[in-house]
């Protein structure tokens, strides 16, 4: 069991090896949610087979090279993205992106458990015709939130192993499920699917990067371990393979399936189709292991949860602060399932807000990383006011301007199920890239504003 928080790993400790990062961001990226939008991005955006395959596969290559140049400062100063993000926007500065950071983590861990019930849900179904209650939505989904805690409890080593075997399993049932479906699909009607607009490709690129890149601040936990002297070429092209492995096959899958079923795209479980196009020999093993993977991503995402309560000041284990994310995921869970009647609408409304917040972040923060930021692992644990990284009354006001404004700025664009910016309706905002209004702006107003300069002189 890890028992590190905050502080950074010793030289002498950091034995991990660049091709773990692989099936770590692999795993991250296996989830049903992805089949989901696949289907959404044929029923809703009115793409072709092959406007999916380039949005798929253009959309890693964004999001998932953001996460990997970002994993690059946990090489360089050893501790997790939100402590490393205190050099950058000051200890109390910090305070700010780190919450709303934290919020949206309770978003994407809810909407990750939503989908893993669902899935245990429909194997009920399948293999015993179970129908669904109340009282069985609430036991399937604490049964999700549960084993999530439990994994992430444990720390990266443990994490590790079950992503390396989750993504074997994963992979192996993942072909088998492409070769049925090549095998009884209708492909004249898959492959004689008019094309979409460009807009509606840019569009399905914008909502399958909006995933990725919230996984960005989380980039430097799983790379802390690792040597300074570790090429960072190859944790990018680690990171991006990874995602791309299995996000293609999966984004792929739900396009074909909703060709002949595209009602299933609309349903309020968005996992039922598995059950209704895959015999049940295929089905019922391929959602229980996308069930493990879908436990695996929000123990993940428990796990860089726990770092970011630590740094707004919750004084318990890393353990411990991971039950509050938990706790709070099980009751929004419980929420959207019984409320929510779209759920696809919901999860690409929530996917947009997600990636203005965590754009804001990454445009300060990659643009520091840019400017030759070095990390000292005792200022970095040093909160007090003489502390190397107090600065102006704790914040750093440049650094927070600049997200500030680059969070405005993205929202301005940003038009979703519950919220609609004045400025929605231009080509940005239609076509989802309110985030990367939010990462150009922040990123380009801290680069010609001042850095403040630390009471030692260095960087």
Not at 33 to 40: H, I, Q, R, S, Y
Not at 158 to 179: D, E, K, N, P
Not at 271 to 289: D, E, H
Not at 365 to 374: I, K, N, P, W
Request: charged share 10%.
């Amino acid at each position: 069991m890890e028992t590190r928080g905050l502080d950074p790993v010793p030289d002498e400790e950091r034995t991990g090896r660049v091709r773990a990062l692989f099936p770590t961001w692999a795993t991250a990226n296996m989830t049903a949610l992805l089949v989901t939008v696949g289907a959404g991005l044929v029923v809703l955006n009115g793409l072709s087979l092959w406007q999916v395959l380039v949005a798929a596969a253009v959309a890693p290559l964004i999001s998932f090279g953001l996460v990997g140049f970002v994993s690059l400062a946990g090489k360089r100063g050893g501790a997790p993205g939100m402590a490393l993000s205190r050099a950058v926007f000051g200890v109390r500065g910090n305070l700010a992106p780190g919450a709303l950071i934290w919020v949206a983590r309770w978003g994407w861990e809810t909407m990750n458990a939503v989908t893993g019930a669902y899935a245990l849900l429909t194997v009920g179904q399948v293999l015993f015709g179970v129908r669904s209650t109340t009282a069985l939505v609430m036991a399937t989904l604490l049964a999700f939130v549960a084993g999530s805690f439990l994994l992430s409890g444990l720390g990266l080593r443990a994490l590790r192993v079950c992503c390396t075997w989750s993504a074997y399993l994963f992979g192996t049932f993942s072909v088998l499920v492409l070769a049925h479906l090549a095998a009884t699909v209708p492909w004249r009607a898959v492959l004689d699917r008019p094309p979409g607009a460009v807009s509606a490709v840019i569009a399905g690129i914008g909502t399958l990067t909006a995933g990725g890149i919230s996984w960005a601040p989380s980039g430097p936990d799983f790379a802390r371990y690792l040597p300074r002297a570790s090429k960072g070429g190859a944790m990018v092209a680690a990171t991006v393979g990874g995602a791309l492995v299995v996000l293609v096959p999966l984004v792929v899958m739900g396009s074909v399936m909703a060709v002949r079923t595209p009602q299933l795209a609309l349903t309020r479980d968005p996992v039922s189709f598995i059950g209704v196009m895959l015999p049940t020999w295929l089905s019922v093993p391929y959602l229980i292991v996308a069930v493990t993977g879908m436990v695996l991503i929000n123990a993940l995402s428990m796990y860089s949860a726990g770092f970011t309560a630590q740094t707004l000041g919750f004084t318990v284990p890393r353990a411990w602060a991971v039950g509050v994310n938990a706790a709070i995921s099980l009751f929004l869970g419980a929420l959207l399932m019984m409320v929510a009647s779209s759920f696809i609408d919901a999860f690409v409304s929530f996917l947009r807000l997600l990636a203005v917040t965590f754009s804001a972040w990454i445009g300060v923060f990659a643009t520091d990383m840019l400017r030759g930021r070095s990390y000292d692992p005792v200022a970095l644990m040093d909160t007090g006011r003489g502390g190397a990284y107090w600065y102006t009354g704790g914040v750093a006001w440049p650094a927070v301007a600049a997200w500030g404004a680059g969070l405005v700025v993205g929202l301005l664009f940003t038009g979703v199920e519950w919220f609609t910016g004045p400025l929605a309706g231009t080509w940005p905002g239609r076509s989802g890239l309110g985030w990367a209004a939010t990462a150009l702006v922040s990123g380009g107003l801290y680069a010609v504003l001042p850095r403040p300069g630390r009471p030692d002189g260095r960087p």
